[in-house]
Nanobody
Framework: QVQLVESGGGLVQPGGSLRLSCAASGSIFRIYTMAWYRQAPGKQRELVAAITSGGMTNYADSVKGRFTISRDNAKNTVYLQMNSLKPEDTAAYSC??????????????WGQGTLVTVSS
């Protein structure tokens, strides 16, 4: 069994910063791409940023230059540093990982989500 546990969400003023973390645990053989998604009220879930096991990244246009995704492969953890936050960044942020379990079966794993609210 594999779990993804996020942390770091909360309330922040416009222009502020937050850092999200997502740690994977359980019967893991290898983790491939890790990503952050978000879903605002009344909107569809969207990809925010993704990072491959080799460190290649891609970002949604709306967050380029403000958000940075990184990972620590030794800790099976992915991070999302969010700077210059705007009210439109308010959403539930979820971690996703493409994992091969110790049984060599593929798994598309999701965290439970963490709420980010940007408001004055």
């Amino acid at each position: 069994q594999v779990q993804l546990v996020e942390s770091g969400g909360g309330l922040v003023q416009p222009g502020g910063s937050l850092r999200l973390s997502c740690a994977a645990s359980g019967s893991i053989f290898r983790i491939y791409t890790m990503a952050w998604y978000r879903q605002a009220p009344g909107k569809q879930r969207e990809l925010v940023a993704a990072i491959t096991s080799g460190g290649m990244t891609n970002y949604a246009d709306s967050v380029k230059g403000r958000f940075t995704i990184s990972r620590d492969n030794a800790k099976n953890t992915v991070y999302l540093q969010m700077n210059s936050l705007k009210p439109e960044d308010t959403a539930a942020y979820s971690c996703n990982a493409d994992i091969m379990g110790s049984d060599y079966r593929g798994l598309d794993a999701w965290g439970q989500g963490t709420l980010v609210t940007v408001s004055s």
